[in-house]
């Protein structure tokens, strides 16, 4: 876990680590309609035991002149258009991620790693 500094102002120095924009980035995705994060095995085990993982499917790096780069994996709902939400995402993302911690984002990657097919799809047609 990496942390950058912002500008120094009279009493110190505001430090935001990077799990910290992972969850913004988390909860800025999540409430895009039709997008649900995708985590990793290890992460899923542990969301099992309990613990809630705030940073699911989000990688952050903050370059050393304090650009936000994120990677972002994501499983989108049957029907939605993958690139109009991917971009909403993207945008939601950058928004949120620049207006909490007024640092700029040099990118963010939407990678569609599944199709939810929902409750309807799951039957199988005899």
Do not use: C
Request: charged content about 25%; cysteine-free; overall charge negative.
């Amino acid at each position: 876990m990496s942390e950058n500094k912002l500008q120094a102002h009279d009493f110190g120095h505001v430090n935001i680590s990077d799990d910290v924009i992972g969850i913004i980035t988390n909860i800025a995705a999540s409430e895009i309609e039709g997008v649900r994060l995708q985590g990793t095995l290890a992460g899923d085990i542990a969301e099992i035991l309990g613990k809630k993982n705030m940073t699911k499917g989000v990688r952050v790096n903050i370059t050393e002149d304090d650009m936000v780069q994120v990677d972002l994996n994501i499983i989108v709902d049957f029907g939605v258009v993958i690139p109009d939400v991917a971009w909403k995402v993207q945008e939601s993302v950058k928004n949120a991620i620049e207006d909490m911690t007024d640092l700029k984002v040099d990118y963010i990657n939407v990678n569609v790693q599944g199709i939810n097919l929902g409750k309807s799809h799951d039957k199988v047609e005899e």
